[in-house]
T-cell receptor, first 113, second 110 residues
Framework: QKEVEQDPGPLSVPEGAIVSLNCTYSNSAFQYFMWYRQYSRKGPELLMYTYSSGNKEDGRFTAQVDKSSKYISLFIRDSQPSDSATYLC?????????????FGKGMKLTVNP | EPEVTQTPSHQVTQMGQEVILRCVPISNHLYFYWYRQILGQKVEFLVSFYNNEISEKSEIFDDQFSVERPDGSNFTLKIRSTKLEDSAMYFCASNYNEQFFGPGTRLTVL
């Protein structure tokens, strides 16, 4: 079983739709969970991070972590064409320090006007 | 807003040649990383670096790879003898609490 799994899509939605992006993982040692957005041929840009289980909201974005199911989600409300990008989940055992991030493959999202 | 910068944005080289990819991390960050992303695949960890030493390296980071912080601002990745399969995007990242990534260098090995 892969350490982090993410459906690569692609996913295409109309403007204004609610988008749900998900990742599963196998390593129960992961404690920190991040979502990055990556535009074509650019570096990953940090959107949100959460620690352990629970929800975190930032504007139109909500991140959820369910450690019991080893499942994380990112919801985008009122999606906009500018949200069109690849969304990568990433996770680590600790925050900061020299801890590496383990990434999912990324889900390509297109929001159509 | 401070950001990680990388040069060059695109490097084309012949197989067997040495390349050096350069990065300027965010100035108050202490931990530095290199990741790579082969086209259509995951972002993969290569190496982390702290206090002028490698903290961790992946199985990809073999003897052909080396990292260096030659001065107070730059962080470099050297590939001694490039192979076709080294063609990828290479991302530098730096960390205080969260990792921030540079825009990447696209390496093409012919």
């Amino acid at each position: 079983q892969k350490e982090v799994e993410q459906d690569p899509g692609p996913l295409s939605v109309p403007e204004g739709a609610i988008v749900s992006l998900n990742c599963t993982y196998s390593n129960s040692a992961f404690q920190y969970f991040m979502w990055y957005r990556q535009y074509s041929r650019k570096g990953p840009e940090l959107l949100m991070y959460t620690y352990s289980s629970g929800n975190k909201e930032d504007g139109r974005f909500t991140a959820q972590v369910d450690k019991s199911s080893k499942y994380i989600s990112l919801f985008i409300r009122d999606s906009q064409p500018s949200d069109s990008a690849t969304y990568l989940c990433a996770m680590s055992k600790t925050q900061g320090g020299s801890e590496k991030l383990v990434f999912g493959k990324g889900m390509k999202l297109t929001v159509n006007p | 807003e401070p950001e990680v910068t990388q040069t060059p944005s695109h490097q084309v080289t012949q197989m067997g040649q040495e390349v050096i990819l350069r990065c300027v991390p965010i100035s108050n960050h202490l931990y530095f990383y290199w990741y790579r992303q082969i086209l259509g695949q995951k972002v993969e960890f290569l190496v982390s670096f702290y206090n002028n030493e490698i903290s961790e390296k992946s199985e990809i980071f073999d003897d052909q790879f080396s990292v260096e912080r030659p001065d107070g601002s730059n962080f470099t990745l050297k590939i001694r003898s490039t192979k076709l399969e080294d063609s990828a995007m290479y991302f530098c990242a730096s960390n205080y609490n969260e990792q921030f990534f540079g825009p990447g260098t696209r390496l093409t090995v012919l």
